[in-house]
């Protein structure tokens, strides 16, 4: 069984609720605001990130006997998130870390309510890191044709958007450091 830990920025995304309801948890930024100081600098990352519906744990145990390594797993109900999601949600994983050698794979069940799991938008690539400036470029440059489902902007997390490219490809974009 993989070992739970605390959330970091970078497991935000994989939140994946309304952000006005996350943003109500006080709780919740104090943490995020800690972990990021304890991170300190990051470069930009790109990682895969998989969307589950209800299988992400053993997915994601599959996934670690295929490449070994050290998996980090949070279920809804050990996360700051856990008042804010229904109760049929708390036993979710809201995110999965996979990292072995150069590989890295990120994962979460499907938590968005008010929006679909069709095939398509089950796997996206995950932009983290960088500036804010450095991160609108990319987006900017991705958003021409494409589908802005959540659009670039500073949180109180840091910044996050998200959007269906020209070819169907979903992306994530997170930053923790201020434009």
């Not at 996350?22 to 100081?37: K, N, Y």
């Not at 990051?42 to 990130?49: C, E, G, I, S």
């Not at 996206?124 to 489902?149: H, M």
């Amino acid at each position: 069984m993989p070992k739970s830990t605390g959330l970091s920025r970078h497991q935000f995304v994989a939140l994946a609720v309304p952000t006005t309801i996350i943003a109500t948890s006080p709780t919740f930024s104090r943490a995020c605001a800690a972990i990021a100081a304890a991170e300190g600098e990051r470069t930009m990352t790109l990682t895969p990130y998989l969307l589950f519906d209800g299988t992400c744990h053993d997915a994601m145990e599959f996934y670690k006997s295929v490449f070994g390594g050290e998996l980090t797993s949070t279920k809804v109900k050990d996360s700051p998130a856990k008042e804010h999601m229904p109760a049929f949600q708390q036993e979710k994983t809201i995110n999965a870390r996979l990292r072995s050698g150069t590989i890295e794979i990120s994962a979460s069940d499907w938590l968005m309510l008010n929006r679909p799991r069709v095939p398509g938008n089950t796997v996206c690539l995950y932009l983290s890191g960088g500036t804010f400036d450095e991160l609108k470029t990319l987006f900017e440059k991705l958003s021409q044709g494409a589908n802005v489902t959540d659009p670039l902007k500073e949180m109180f997390f840091g910044a996050y958007g998200a959007l269906n490219d020209r070819f169907g490809v979903r992306w994530m974009f997170q930053s923790n450091k201020p434009a």
